[in-house]
């Protein structure tokens, strides 16, 4: 664990808005020069704080209109169960995000598709077909610009 100042603060807060800032442009809005941006940056990721940097894509100009958020529970649990399931559910390309959850339910899933019906297409053979499926509840997104 290292000290955070203000300065690295504000280029942590700089990087999630825009993770390919450039050291520069990080420099610029810090009050540093270049070097300087970059070595806090270098010691940010060496320390594991940064843990990498994302591209966000569009998914409307890539065609995908529909965001749905399931919440499953497995039929079978156990150890052999979950990692079927975690291992057939990260190879389905609409999956966006799989997350193992406390509740009701125990996964979370975001899956895009490009309509309702390419939903059901991918609800009906792939979602329901991988192992260890029990019930599924799905919650289609409406607005994420709240």
């Known amino acids: ?17 825009d993770g390919g800032l450039s050291a520069a442009a990080l420099g610029k809005l810090t009050g540093l020069t270049q070097p ?7 010691r940010l990721e060496d320390a594991g704080i940064i843990l990498g940097r994302q ?6 100009k890539l065609g995908f209109d529909v965001v749905v ?6 039929a079978a649990k156990g150890r052999v169960g979950l990692e079927d399931f975690e ?11 799989v997350q193992h959850v406390l509740g009701v339910y125990d996964y979370r899933l975001k899956v895009v598709a490009r309509d309702l019906s390419d939903f059901e297409r991918i609800l009906r053979r792939r979602i329901m077909t991988l192992p260890g ?8 997104l409406l607005s994420d610009e709240l």
């Not at 603060?9 to 808005?17: E, G, K, S, W």
């Not at 591209?55 to 409307?60: E, G, Q, T």
């Not at 499926?133 to 289609?140: D, K, L």
């Open 87 to 97: 291992r057939a559910v990260c190879a389905i390309p609409e999956v966006q995000l």
């Open 133 to 140: 499926v029990g019930e599924v509840e799905s919650n289609v």
């Open 55 to 60: 591209i966000v894509l569009d998914r409307f």
């Open 1 to 17: 664990m290292i000290d955070l100042d203000d300065t690295d603060r504000a280029i942590l807060r700089a990087l999630q808005q």
């Open 69 to 74: 958020y399931l919440g499953v529970k497995l």
């Open 36 to 42: 300087s941006a970059w070595r806090r940056v270098k």
